[in-house]
């Protein structure tokens, strides 16, 4: 193995953000950071890690911002738990770095997964959430109902269903350098073809495959999604959901691709009746599952400007 394909290479890749590690909940998370200035938070999704900002964090520090992307629990350089990967506790991790990086509240910002935690974040722990943006997922409510009534949602989801089968979905992450989260990757984006790493608008297919072959990664990333299914069901997934009926009462940017394969439009468009706050939604045309990599200026720009308006409107 070279140095360029090195986990250290591909998860702390040098640029001018600056690389760390803080404790949180128990457990020690990697993050990138650059600027200063009101604390911004960036939690990826599904088969990502914190490079998935890689555009967003120096708009965002230039726009006067402490822009911090972070890798979730057992996903590129945090740690790699046995256990830990509901999304109540996965939450708390979120909500315990910002804490830990010592500011008093964060904009919270979170694709795929990381959209659900942020959801459930702006729920526990409304205090520590100063605004809430959201791409490409629906509230958790509106999610759990649409896979189970939605067959359309339903079959949009099936990889979540196939998670559900033991080591499997591990060994199929990892066989052939990764292939699968290439093809993932390029089946849930739009038309925008994917590229190289450094090219400015497209998806870093390279690096997310290797991330995932890093050790424990494929497991960890499976497990959240076992636990959405498996709890359904379960006393811990009833409360969870029953949890999840309080309001949020932060000013909510709702961001979805017209073109999005994975999560539907019409699943995630009525997550507003969970919101108490302003709440804005805004559909990119054109655009798949992972608008932040695909329009990064498009992203961006509608990013920095609602966190900027200080009455952001319905």
């Not at 590690?21 to 990138?32: R, T």
């Not at 080591?167 to 038309?191: K, M, Y």
């Amino acid at each position: 193995m070279t140095l360029a394909d090195s986990p250290a290479a591909v998860i702390r890749p040098e640029g001018p953000w600056t690389h760390r590690d803080v404790a949180a909940n128990g457990a020690l998370f990697h993050i990138a950071e650059m600027g200063e200035g009101p604390l911004v938070l960036l939690v990826h999704g599904f088969p990502q890690y914190w490079w998935a900002w890689r555009h967003q964090l120096p708009a965002l520090a230039e726009a006067g911002y402490r822009a911090v992307a972070m890798d979730l629990r057992g996903v590129g350089g945090s740690d790699r738990t046995p256990r830990g990967y509901d999304p109540a506790n996965l939450a708390l991790d979120v909500t315990g770095v910002i804490r830990s990086l010592g500011e008093p509240d964060a904009a919270l910002v979170g694709h795929d997964l990381g959209g659900y935690l942020a959801w459930t974040a702006a729920v526990m722990r409304p205090k520590l959430i100063r605004r809430l943006v959201v791409a490409s997922m629906p509230h958790p409510r509106r999610w759990r109902a649409a896979m189970l009534r939605d067959l359309r949602q339903t079959a949009a989801g099936s990889y979540i269903w196939g998670f559900q089968r033991p080591w499997l979905p591990e060994r199929r992450l990892v066989a052939d350098d990764g292939a699968l989260v290439e093809r993932l990757i390029r089946d849930w984006a739009g038309p925008r073809p994917p590229g190289p790493a450094g090219d400015a608008g497209v998806l870093a297919v390279e690096n997310y495959r290797r991330a995932m072959c890093v050790p424990s990664t494929a497991h960890c990333s499976v497990e959240p999604y076992r636990w959405l299914v498996r709890s359904l069901a379960r006393p811990d997934g009833m409360q969870f959901y029953r949890r999840m009926k309080r309001p949020v009462r932060v000013p909510t940017l709702h961001l979805h691709g017209s073109l999005d394969p994975v999560m539907r439009t019409r699943s995630a468009a009525g997550s507003g009746e969970y919101v108490e706050a302003p709440y804005r939604w805004r559909l990119f045309d054109g655009l798949g599952h992972y608008p932040h990599e695909e329009d990064p200026a498009g992203f961006t720009g509608e990013l920095v400007h609602w966190l900027s308006d200080p009455e952001p409107d319905r």
